[in-house]
């Protein structure tokens, strides 16, 4: 039948339908919704310089695929006073996706690379094809998904609107229906209190001050708690049994950062508040992962409250499956490898924690961690980047102290590598006696780095300058960590030799905007950490810390740097998608690893990817190069 019927169809109509049917996405479309676009679409002309489209135009009306040549995008690049090439889009491609979804102007002028013929079809026939083909609008949202934060959004929503819930989690949490909090005053009695929350069933009460400030929450585990410790009495007021300073929220805050603050610190509970702090709601674990049908919160207290080692090694399968649906939920790569990051940092704390009630050092210590873990950007594949700093009691030296925790941190990393955080081959572990140091110690050893530029230096500074803690004190490493930045806003020398090496870094494009595959026996393969991630990351350190930033983490890195004027916004934005985009693409690749059973790498075949994919990881890299390029100017390299 569909035979005949594409007899029917006009010559001209069919042959639009069978160039359209070797390129994505329209390679899965039905044959009616080729037709429908093959029918509404008009083939022109550009010649060589010709402008396609231009943000002069207006809000983007038409959609437009290659038909033959190429399209070019530029910007002008408003420092350098020049215009810039953005991108290319070859043969079969399609613009502009962002644009006409987000119904607003192109940011880039489009104009043909030689003689090119283009296909176009109007707004209405676009839109018609996005409501009606789902491979279409699947391929629209995905395309833009990771690369455009106008369009979030619209994104999630489509996301979840496949799962029969209207909620993701990028959803403010105003937008929740809270219902009018229960509350009392400090004074009232528990009995009371519990009798409220009976009525109203609930498992939570919030103690207010006379200004609805929240000052303490009450919950059935506080209670449960109370009674098996035989505590106190019901009649007893139940501010000394409440939970004091509970965690609080602003109402604009999404449910992705109620989820990450109860991952965290264990809460079942979230205040959301007002501008003035007072309290207009709650948002509980049920309500959020109801929804979401992933548990977030209860993974991290079952890691954070296992009484075994083996019991956090079994649990290591789960945080992949929660990874699988909190991509399926929409969720992006930025709040994925938080959640990996989150999870990962609750496993150390607890292994530290059980080695700690079986065999205490007796001495106080804080857990540093460094390199992606130091920057919260952890992927399933992992391994220990961590160290040891201490204060020195008066009554021990250094080393008697470092005797009492080297055999402590070398039970944690051996643990830690049970739990699937693989041993470092460089020996960058807390049970290296050169990485389990005092406050003074570490404060000499950056003196040394800082001033000494060796090759080892730079490679270390890859490691060492993404730094944070896990787990102890934390007012040393801060002190600690301001030092080390004003030494490096000092030493002009230092900076340029951390700029001329991460230069090195080149992202995989050649002259001719093909792919430069890796060199180490893996056949046309790409190594997205040290490739695609590797050059973003250095260098934006490079400029985060000769501007004072204290953040490791490479987007808020990027966005503090905007702050300060380092940075232009949009270039920000274009780098920190593409960023993205190369993370997302790698947090597949791992999935779809672990499925097949196969050991976790970095490598990619490119020409695994879909052609939209595999288009914009390529500009990705050119957004890689033109980060390096702001480098070499800004330090003359």
């Known amino acids: 039948m569909a035979a005949n019927q594409d007899n029917t169809r006009p010559q001209n109509t069919r042959a639009i339908m069978g160039f359209l049917q070797a390129h994505a996405p329209f390679s899965s479309m039905d044959e009616d919704h080729l037709a429908h676009f093959a029918e509404h679409a008009t083939l022109r002309f550009y010649a060589d310089g010709d402008v396609v489209l231009s943000p002069d135009d207006g809000i983007v009306r038409k959609f ?60 209405d026939a676009f839109i018609t094809l996005f409501s009606e083909s789902e491979s279409f609008r699947d391929f629209c949202l995905r395309g833009v998904s990771s690369l455009l934060d106008q369009v979030n959004q619209r ?29 009392c005053s400090p004074d009232l009695s528990v009995r009371k209190a519990v009798a409220r929350m009976h009525e109203n ?49 602003p109402a604009q805050a999404d449910a992705f950062d109620a989820a990450m603050l109860m991952a965290e610190h264990h809460f079942a ?26 548990d977030l919160v209860n993974l991290a207290r079952t890691i954070g409250t296992a009484t075994h080692l083996r019991t956090l090694v079994s649990l290591r399968s789960d945080v992949s499956r929660l990874v699988d649906a909190m991509l399926a939920h929409g969720a992006d790569s930025g709040q994925v490898v938080k959640i990996i990051t989150t999870l ?65 941190a ?32 570490w404060d000499d050893w950056f003196i040394r780095f800082i001033d000494a530029s060796t090759p080892q ?88 810390l000769a501007n004072g930033v204290e953040s490791a983490n490479t987007l808020e890195r990027m966005n503090e740097l905007v702050q300060k ?27 779809e690893m672990l499925n097949k059973g196969q050991e976790l790498t970095n490598y990619i075949d490119p020409d695994d990817l879909n052609p939209l994919d595999k288009r914009i990881l390529r500009e990705s890299f050119r957004q890689a190069q033109r980060l390096q390029q702001k480098l070499e100017i800004t330090y003359q390299l």
């Not at 994104?155 to 929740?176: F, K, N």
């Not at 069933?201 to 919950?219: A, E, N, Q």
């Not at 979230?270 to 979401?292: A, Y």
């Not at 490096?488 to 001719?512: E, S, V």
Request: charged fraction near 25%.
């Open 344 to 408: 990962n940092d609750v496993t150390v704390r607890r292994v530290l924690e059980l080695n700690i009630k079986r065999n205490d050092p007796g001495i106080p210590f804080t857990w540093l961690t460094f390199g992606s873990e130091g920057r919260q950007e952890q992927t399933l594949l992992t391994d220990q980047d961590n160290g040891i700093l201490f204060q020195t009691p008066e009554h021990l030296t250094e080393d008697q102290v470092r005797e009492k925790l080297l055999p402590f």
């Open 410 to 441: 070398r039970t944690v990393n051996d643990e830690l590598a049970e739990c699937g955080f693989t041993l470092c081959k460089g020996n960058i572990m807390a049970s290296n006696p050169k990485l389990c140091l005092s406050v003074r110690e």
């Open 269 to 294: 509970h979230i205040c959301v508040v007002d501008e003035e702090k007072k309290l207009i709601g709650m948002v509980s674990e049920r309500d959020l992962f109801s929804l979401q049908r992933v």
């Open 64 to 123: 437009y695929v290659v038909k033959q040549g190429r399209i070019r995008g530029e910007r002008l690049n408003e420092k350098a006073e020049k215009t810039e090439t953005t991108f290319e889009i070859s043969l079969g491609e399609c613009f502009p996706l962002a644009a006409i979804i987000g119904e607003r102007p192109t940011r880039t002028l489009h104009r043909a690379a030689g003689d090119t013929f283009c296909l176009s079809i109007e707004q």
């Open 155 to 183: 994104i999630q929503s489509g996301a979840m609107a496949s799962m029969g819930s209207s909620i993701s989690l990028s959803t403010p949490l105003e937008r929740y229906a809270l219902r009018n909090p229960i509350v």
């Open 201 to 249: 069933g609930v498992g939570s009460i919030i103690i207010t001050d006379d200004s609805r400030h929240p000052t303490g929450i009450f919950t059935l585990r506080d209670l449960r708690t109370m009674i098996a410790e035989n505590a106190g009495s019901l009649d007893t007021p139940v501010r000394q049994f409440m939970t004091k300073d509970p965690c609080y929220l």
């Open 457 to 544: 230096n730079l490679v270390y500074s890859s490691i060492f300058l993404d730094m944070r803690s896990v787990f102890g004190p934390t007012d040393s490493l801060h002190e600690l960590l301001e030092r080390v930045l004003t030494r490096i806003r000092k030493n002009d020398l230092f900076q340029k030799m951390l700029a001329g090496n991460a230069f090195q870094r080149k992202p995989p494009l050649t002259m001719f905007r093909n792919f430069r595959y890796v060199s180490d026996g893996k056949k046309h393969s790409l190594d997205l950490k040290r490739q695609g991630l590797a050059p973003f990351v250095e260098s934006v350190r490079v400029f985060a």
């Open 565 to 591: 004027g380092v940075f232009d916004a949009k270039d920000a934005n274009a780098w920190k998608d593409a960023y993205s985009l190369i993370q997302a693409i790698r947090m597949r690749s791992h999935q």
